[in-house]
């Protein structure tokens, strides 16, 4: 007879063995839930497409799907077939294994840092837009997560990706009005800047200021959208404010 712990350990395997073999078993659309919908939210998240990973399939899952189907050259219906599922899961692991983000195409010789509040801290040499940037980011860092928020309005109760770097850009005089991530692929000019990056795709912004990132996943884990962890830029345009 195996002791208690041991059958304990053996569910837990089999649990987790369940999860996996349940994950692209089914096509997953909107009204959907589970783990596998879980999964595939989490998936597409760490793959750049920002989703919450709550285990309901409803329209913001469904518009993760659509921008990853599209981007991959697939009909963006946005219904996950058991393909598109194993696809998006090889998508993310490959981001995962990319190096981190790119050094800026000229280091700054001072870096921001973070406070105990988790909030940017402008080096004295940074140019005042950048400064402005950082005051601006610094002013939402810990509002929630809100999907289309600071696009109506600038004063959102939540942010979405995008929202959240264009209010900042907004704050500096850089931006008049919100885009949304593909907007920011031609936005600025190409390339990595010097003091601020913007990197977007069909499905995720995210922005570099002054060796931090500023991002709303980022959010999820520090409590604020500031964090000097980097993110891999595979799959990302870069862009950047002309002159900074």
């Known amino acids: 007879m195996l002791p208690v712990l041991a059958v304990a ?10 999860l996996a073999a349940k994950y692209g078993s089914r096509t997953l659309r909107v009204g959907k839930s589970g783990s596998d919908v879980r999964a595939l939210q989490r998936y597409l998240d760490d793959a750049g497409y920002e989703t919450t990973a709550d285990g309901e399939f409803g329209p913001a899952t469904k518009r993760s799907v659509k921008g990853f189907e599209a981007a991959e050259g697939r009909r963006a219906n946005g219904a996950a077939s058991r393909y598109e599922q194993r696809l998006v899961r ?14 800026p195409a000229t280091t ?17 040499s940074a140019p005042p837009e950048v400064q402005a940037i950082i005051a601006a980011g610094n ?13 109506g309005r600038w004063n959102d109760t939540g942010y979405d990706c ?5 209010y900042a850009l907004h704050g500096a005089g850089l931006l008049d ?22 990197y977007g795709n069909p499905g995720h912004a995210y922005m570099v200021v002054a060796g931090l990132r500023f991002d709303t996943s980022a959010r999820r884990i520090t409590g604020t959208r500031w964090t000097d962890q980097m993110r891999s830029s595979s799959g990302y345009t870069a862009r950047h404010p002309a002159g900074l």
């Open 9 to 18: 350990v053996l569910g837990l395997t089999a649990s987790a063995d369940a």
């Open 90 to 103: 090889s998508r993310a692991a490959s981001m995962e294994a990319q190096a981190p983000a790119e050094l």
């Open 108 to 124: 700054p010789t001072e870096e921001a840092t973070l406070d105990a509040n988790g909030l940017a801290v402008a080096p004295a």
């Open 139 to 151: 002013a939402i860092a810990t509002k929630p997560y809100k999907y289309g928020g600071g696009h």
């Open 162 to 166: 995008s929202g959240s770097v264009s």
């Open 177 to 198: 009005t919100a885009l949304d991530s593909s907007g920011f692929m031609s936005w600025g000019e190409s390339g990595r800047g010097t003091w601020v990056t913007v």
